[in-house]
């Protein structure tokens, strides 16, 4: 034995022969004082529950639930309550000073304050919790320097604050499986000695921050981390650990590259089964004048929005942007798409949104061969533009927005201009017709045509009204013509 421990077991010999001297429950808090002198608190701890297999399973079957009452078994060791605290009261101060072992069945309360409820149990050294409605902590827990281990299951608890257990500083053990917690706000704050902390079994929400757990000094004290499933919905039946891991490679990845330094990177999906993660890119409003050279492998999703991009060749000619199904360049400076015709890209992108840009035109067969031909196609979004109303194009145009009007669904806010007309004047690209669009913008009033029909037609009148007149004095005066008079 080393001579430190055998010094010290002699210290405490001969401090219980002194204590024997005085009345029992002194005995009980000198011999508390002498062992929390020594530092013992902190020697490893047998449950009376582990010895005697104590469970609150069924507990709503036991005759102590209907009362709400609770049950102390052996001399200093446990008390276990049902569905409530009602008979404490008529527990002896001095045994329930010795209790150290403390199971609630049912907690009757939606909270649990341990300031107040663990206060009749100064020399606690085991607590659990089942099968409760509990769901949040009052308070943390108050300066304790007994309590080893803490189990909390099967209960409503949905928060944990980073400091609830700080202050316990003998507690090894923290089991806090099977509850309702959502998120923490960061690695728990415990005591120096800590050794295990449970948390699998609960609906985490692994779109919060758990990329501690990958630290090892901070992650290691969670036993079962490797069994934490996700339960929100964008990763849900995945491994928390997978999930940190692909994060905590994105972050690496973008901030190693100076185009996406700026950028915000997201993990939004992780296949199921072959557990490929799907990226997100946001480098909206960042003032880029061209698209990033570089993208993360796996990247479906870029947000270009509010920039300064006139050029869109990327699309076609970086493999990095083969596998972007959705991409958002809403808001820049783009003239012309025609440089996407018969590319791989525009014939399988899934999200085209090129709101607010500067297209007067765009190569409307392209457009008819490539959505007719992408099954993936889902949404193109074209409205914002100084559309031309032309005819050849804008009759062709108004067509394939008709066609295609699911995937095209901002058409009707979609507009053209008029060239050369003062006032400008815009018009719906869907209401207008073949007449309103294919014939001069000033066109004359009356044609060459009409007026030499005109002229024509006044000959005609002239000459019948000619023949009346000579007709009418040959029947009365007898007179013919001049003409006639004058032929030989």
């Not at 102390?72 to 002896?92: H, M, Q, T």
């Not at 050294?125 to 089942?130: A, G, H, M, N, V």
């Not at 921050?209 to 630290?215: S, Y």
């Amino acid at each position: 034995m080393p001579p430190k421990v055998s010094s010290a077991m002699s210290w405490i010999s001969s401090s219980v022969v002194i204590c024997l001297q005085f009345r029992p429950l002194l005995l009980f808090v000198f011999l508390d004082l002498c062992v929390a002198s020594l530092g013992v608190t902190n020697v490893e701890y047998i449950s009376h529950y582990n010895q005697h297999n104590f469970t609150c399973e069924g507990w709503k079957g036991a005759p102590e639930a209907a009362a709400g009452n609770c049950t102390r078994y052996g001399r200093n060791g446990a008390l276990r309550c049902y569905g409530g605290i009602r008979n404490l009261p008529a527990i002896p101060e001095p045994k329930m000073h010795r209790l150290q072992d403390i199971i609630f069945c049912g907690w009757p309360k939606h909270t649990f304050n341990p300031i107040t409820d663990l206060q009749p149990f100064p020399k606690i050294r085991s607590l659990i919790i089942e099968y409760s409605e509990m769901r949040e902590f009052v308070f943390d827990f108050p300066e304790m320097f007994y309590l080893q281990s803490i189990n909390i299951s099967w209960t409503n608890l949905s928060q944990v604050n980073a400091r609830t257990f700080k202050r316990v500083h003998a507690l090894r053990v923290v089991d806090l499986r099977w509850n309702k917690l959502v998120q923490l706000d960061g690695p728990l704050l415990l005591p120096r000695h800590f050794e295990e902390l449970y948390l699998a079994d609960n609906p985490w929400n692994c779109t919060r921050n758990f990329k501690w757990l990958l630290v090892p000094e901070k992650g290691a004290i969670v036993v079962d981390r490797d069994d934490i499933i996700c339960m929100d919905k964008k990763y849900r039946d995945r491994h928390m650990l997978t999930v940190m891991n692909f994060k905590v490679m994105l972050r690496k990845e973008c901030q190693t590259h100076d185009d996406l330094q700026n950028c915000t990177c997201t993990m939004h999906h992780i296949i199921p089964k072959t557990h490929i993660p799907l990226y997100t890119i946001n480098c909206s409003n960042l003032q880029f004048r061209t698209m990033p050279s570089y993208i993360p492998t796996n990247t479906t999703t870029v947000y270009l929005n509010d920039n300064e991009i006139i050029d869109i060749l990327p699309l076609r000619n970086n493999p990095y942007y083969r596998h972007v199904v959705d991409i958002h360049l809403d808001n820049n400076r783009i003239e012309t798409i025609d440089v996407l015709e018969g590319g791989y890209w525009f014939e399988h992108f899934r999200l085209l949104s090129l709101r607010g840009n500067r297209l007067q035109k765009l190569p409307v067969y392209a457009l008819d061969n490539a959505l007719d031909g992408n099954l993936d196609a889902n949404l193109l979004l074209l409205s914002g533009n100084p559309w031309q109303c032309t005819c050849i194009f804008i009759m062709r145009f108004r067509e394939i927005l008709m066609k295609y009007n699911e995937i095209t669904r901002d058409a009707i806010n979609i507009t053209c201009t008029y060239k050369n007309s003062s006032p400008v004047r815009r018009a719906s690209v869907l209401s207008l017709t073949r007449e309103d669009v294919c014939k001069p913008e000033e066109e004359p009033k009356i044609y060459p045509l009409d007026m030499l029909n005109a002229v024509l037609a006044f000959l005609i009148l002239l000459i019948l009204s000619k023949l009346a007149y000579d007709y009418y004095y040959y029947k009365n005066f007898g007179r013919v013509p001049w003409i006639v008079m004058k032929l030989p």
